[in-house]
């Protein structure tokens, strides 16, 4: 994992003084190295994940103002581009608890792009499983929200959704009778439980 591209730092750069300018040596920097770590990535099987920074053209006047450091070479290489923003703050009350977060796929080799999907990244905690059953469960007309309330199967899971989320939390029997519901509803399949009962599937051939 590069964390991130925009803080990498070209040897003249470090040499030299702070106020020299180094025009396009970032992007020369990563056109060279993709170039020779493209063949060793592929060989190895190993995924290169590079996590970027926006910044903004200025005197654009039309389309977006908004690109990523270290020239083009990066956009061109890459296998999977997405493209990932805060989108809201979620409040418990006052308190700024987590964000709602919101993932574009902007460029995809090995699928279809331009999808997205939105989720509660919990601040201390990570993305929030509960969130997600919680949304998916509502699109899927499995929980029903009626204002602020969210019930399931005449049960009222709570006021809110931080409130619904605590619910899940502390029974973890109804959380996954809610994902059974929703994995079958979608045709994904067995859960992770159902499946370490069942048959050993065959090793699949990558």
Known sequence: ????????????????????????????????????????????????IFINQLREKIGVMFGSPETTTG?????FYSSVRLDVRRIESLKDGTDVVGNRTRVKVVKNKVAAPFKQAEFD???????SREGSLIDVGVEQSIVRKSGAWYTYDGDQLGQGKEKAREFLKENPDVAAEIEKKILEKLGVGQTTGDAAGGPELPPVDF
Request: net charge positive; glycine share 14%; no cysteine.
């Open 1 to 48: 994992v590069i964390d991130s591209v925009a803080a990498l730092v070209p040897r003249a750069e470090i040499e030299g003084e702070m106020g020299d300018s180094h025009v396009g040596l970032q992007a020369r920097l990563m056109s060279q190295a993709l170039r020779k770590i493209t063949g060793i990535l592929n060989n190895s099987g190993t995924t290169a």
């Open 71 to 75: 020239g083009r070479a990066l956009k």
């Open 121 to 127: 990244i919990m601040y201390g905690k990570g993305i």
